[in-house]
């Protein structure tokens, strides 16, 4: 069983820079994708960045010139890098990662806080 552990959230002042690690305890390149989730107060969660085994990236429209997502699979490792952060920014921060086997499996890290304030 791969267990992803998130890390790198925190406080930040609006305009400021966060990065993100979602580090898996096993191999990464059996994953077709990986996302990072989002979750504020009183919100549903929503989908900010995903990236394919093949490095194709998508972005929430919100986020889109401001994150960048990437993956090492070396290192076993997904980045969610987060420029010019605003309030709204604020949320839980959750990696999920999917693997094909007789049916689509799901893992999810346990999160990380996420604070844009000044």
């Known amino acids: 069983q791969v267990q992803l552990v998130e890390s790198g959230g925190g406080l930040v002042q609006p305009g400021g820079s966060l990065r993100l690690s979602c580090t898996a305890s096993?191999?990464?390149?059996?994953?077709?994708?990986m996302i990072w989730y989002r979750q504020a107060p009183g919100k549903q969660r929503e989908v900010v960045a995903s990236?394919?085994?093949?490095?194709?990236?998508n972005y929430a429209d919100s986020v889109k010139g401001r994150f960048t997502v990437s993956r090492d699979n070396p290192k076993n490792t997904m980045y969610l890098q987060m420029n010019s952060l605003k309030p709204e920014d604020t949320a839980v921060y959750y990696c999920?990662?999917?693997?094909?086997?007789?049916?689509?499996?799901?893992?999810w890290g346990q999160g990380t806080q996420v604070t844009v304030s000044s």
């Open positions: 990236i394919s085994s093949a490095g194709r990236t």
């Open positions: 096993g191999s990464i390149a059996s994953f077709y994708v």
């Open positions: 999920n990662a999917k693997k094909r086997d007789l049916a689509i499996v799901d893992y």
